[in-house]
């Protein structure tokens, strides 16, 4: 059995590896050297490689974002970290006008943007309007940007690495309910290319294409299903942009049939994307319409009262998928097994964020 | 800190050749813009080149800058290529940007310009993170960030200096205050009274104010400022006067229509810093008015053959429209 650590021991070790690998590269961000070092995701980092490269911040997200590219720019490259993606809002106009476009603009006469930033996505506990939104369609959208959304231990270490080595501004878009998920990681230096999507089960009845905490939710959904006979082809896209379309849309020929899951808005979401694209590229192998699996068109409430049915859930999945095939599938077990209340993702979680 | 010492010599001749480079540069592309071959926006600096010609040569070429959509000047100033620069306001393949980026988007890594945008302060955090990285690499370069009276009404002007400020970062900021945002005066944008530089010295960097359309006075602070930023101690912030004669983005003249006045503007084209600098020089003697016209044939020889450059070069082909959206190596 090979050594299995946690999501934040990942980031934490792609982080220590690529700041031994490039003894110019920057990590900062809000409270990157405090005593809860982000979920644990930067601890150690501080007294390993000292103050000049490890460095809380000002709250200042748009400035700091500037700051980044300019130092990545001069051959620094930076990975800055937002507990929330919410709070980085602030750094649009950086993100959009200067990360993206500063290749394109200059014509590609000008030194690369070597810039990752972390975004964690919060959910559960009243995080609420403003601390739980998952815009990853917003940034996908940005010609000139790279997103990632990594759902295992592995696959958060490799995309890490591969983005901090990667000579474009990636968006890495951690899920907070992942941050204890464990799982196998290869020690060292282990990446995995940007743009490639994970199959994590084959099957011929259907195609599930899913991202982050999503695709936990799919994997408890693909077991009940299995065990009723429905076969699935379960996508982990990883990548987003960009997104394995090669992939996708071979599942898709095959199975006949689409459910896109996303974590967030069903509009200009990319399960919209990945439906829209599916069916223009595969009508003729569809077999039933594609359908969309994704949070309601209305902002996160934050009593628990509220939120019991914001999030989608593995006997969603299945229920969907039932509808789709126009069979009866029993989710009591799904159910039965639930062992946390719905708005934490283990005992492990204890809030407040 | 003081502004001008007036014991301390200046490159006078090269102030003077270097004020109508940029003049004769911006001129140029007024007279031409109307033939509708330089099919993007322009903001012409005309009467604003004594900030740039001073800066340029107190800076190195190894020393970085950036700036905003008012840059032609910035960038010559530099020592960015003129004819790529033109060739890249006539969209062409040749052009600094690759016709990617017109106007508003300059760069000659060669020289040290790292970038102009069209945003406005959208530079400041960049050109500060560039005194990041220098600061880190312990090297005694300085970051120069050019900027408008505009840019300090912006969010991220006051993040970067803060963060300047607390870094002790190798960045020189230059405030060319022309009095408006294209029709806006300062007086609807920040409060009468207020100068720009006092506040900006509440953030805690030395910061000061002089006449911009004295090209030695501009010198003078910024060698005094560059020499102690590359001592080590930490950024400067200097806001000049200034005015730009044409209007805010085109080539025409634009007193007429309401904004502001004939009278306002005559009082400051009496004040020509080149016009003025030049007379001075000539009479103290410091250049011959042979000198002077033969700095004023090679300024028109540069520019006729810059324009001669731009036109003669083929466009970009339409199937480089999708390139370089993604760096694809290591460049840097």
């Not at chain 2, 870094?167 to 294209?182: A, G, I, K, R």
Request: charged residues 20%; hydrophobic residues 40%; proline residues 6%.
């Amino acid at each position: 059995m090979s050594r299995q650590i946690s999501y934040a021991q990942a980031i934490n070790e792609a982080t220590m590896v690529a700041m031994e690998r490039d003894s110019r590269m920057l990590c900062f961000g809000l409270g990157m050297d405090d005593p809860k070092r982000i979920f644990g995701t930067t601890g150690g980092l501080v007294e390993a490689f000292g103050r000049e490269r490890v460095f809380d911040m000002p709250t200042s997200e748009a400035g700091m974002t500037g700051i980044a590219i300019g130092a990545s720019l001069d051959g620094a490259r930076c990975l800055m970290t937002h507990q929330r993606l919410d709070f980085f809002l602030l750094a649009l106009d950086q993100l959009v006008n200067n990360a993206a476009k500063w290749q394109y603009m200059f014509g590609g006469q000008s030194s690369p943007v070597r810039l990752v930033i972390r975004l964690i996505l919060g959910r559960g506990w009243g995080q609420g309007p403003t601390h739980s939104q998952s815009l990853q369609s917003w940034f996908a959208h940005i010609p000139g940007l790279k997103v990632v959304m990594p759902t295992f231990p592995a696959d958060a270490k490799g995309l890490l690495l591969s983005g901090i080595f990667d000579d474009n501004p990636v968006l890495f878009l951690e899920h907070r309910w992942l941050h204890n998920l464990q799982g196998p990681v290869p020690e060292g230096d282990h990446r995995i290319p940007l743009g490639r999507a994970a199959v994590l089960s084959q099957g011929t009845d259907i195609t599930i294409v899913s991202m982050s905490y999503m695709t936990v939710e799919a994997m408890h959904a693909v077991n009940v299903l299995r065990e009723a006979g429905v076969s699935v082809d379960l996508i982990d896209l990883r990548s987003i942009r960009p997104l394995d379309w090669d992939t996708v849309l071979a599942s898709v020929r095959k199975t006949g049939r689409l459910l896109a899951i996303d974590t967030s808005h069903a509009m200009c979401s990319v399960a919209s994307e990945v439906v829209a694209t599916a069916t223009g590229e595969c009508f003729s192998a569809m077999k039933s319409a594609p359908r969309r699996l994704t949070v309601p068109d209305h902002p996160s409430p934050t009593s628990p009262a509220l939120a019991e049915r914001f999030y989608p859930r593995a006997e969603d999945i299945v229920m969907t998928v039932a509808d789709m095939l126009g069979v009866g599938i029993d989710t009591s077990p799904l159910l039965a097994a639930r062992i946390s209340p719905h708005d934490v993702p283990g005992d492990w979680f204890k809030g407040p964020f | 800190m003081s502004l001008f010492d007036p014991t301390a010599a200046f490159p006078r001749r090269e102030l003077l050749l270097q004020m109508k480079r940029l003049r004769g540069l911006e001129e140029a592309i007024a007279a031409r813009y109307p033939e509708g071959q330089m099919r993007c926006p322009v903001h012409l600096s005309t009467g604003q080149e004594a900030v740039s010609a001073a800066v340029g040569l107190v800076l190195r070429p190894s020393d970085l800058a950036v700036s905003g959509h008012r840059a032609h000047i910035h960038y010559l100033g530099k020592g960015g290529s003129m004819p790529r620069m033109v060739a890249e306001i006539y969209g062409k393949a040749t052009g600094c940007s690759r016709g990617k980026g017109g106007s508003m988007h300059l760069i000659d890594e060669s020289v040290g310009f790292k970038g102009s945008t069209a945003i406005v302060g959208g530079t400041v955090p960049v050109g500060t993170g560039l005194g990041l990285s220098i600061k880190r690499r312990g090297t005694d370069q300085v970051a120069c960030v050019f900027l408008g009276d505009a840019v300090v009404e912006e969010g991220v002007f006051f993040e970067s200096v803060n963060f300047a400020v607390l870094h002790q970062l190798p960045v020189l900021y230059v405030c060319e205050n022309n009095l408006f945002s294209v029709y806006s005066p300062l007086t609807v944008r920040q409060p009468t009274g207020r100068a720009i530089h006092e506040m900006v010295a509440g953030l805690g960097i030395p910061a000061a104010a002089g006449d911009g359309n004295n090209p030695e006075a501009v010198y003078a602070a910024c060698r005094e400022a560059v020499a102690g930023i590359r001592a080590g101690r930490g950024p400067v912030f200097l806001e000049f006067a200034t005015y730009r004669w044409r209007e805010h983005c085109g080539p025409h003249f634009d007193n007429h229509i309401g904004y502001r006045s004939e009278e306002e503007f005559l009082a400051w084209k009496d004040r020509d810093p080149v016009v003025t600098y030049q007379r001075k020089l000539l009479d103290v003697a410091a250049v011959t008015e042979a000198d002077v016209a033969g700095m004023d044939q090679a300024v028109a020889d540069e520019v006729a053959a810059a324009f001669a450059f731009a036109e003669s070069s083929p466009f970009p082909p339409g199937c480089t429209a999708a390139d370089d959206i993604y760096a694809t190596g290591a460049i840097g």
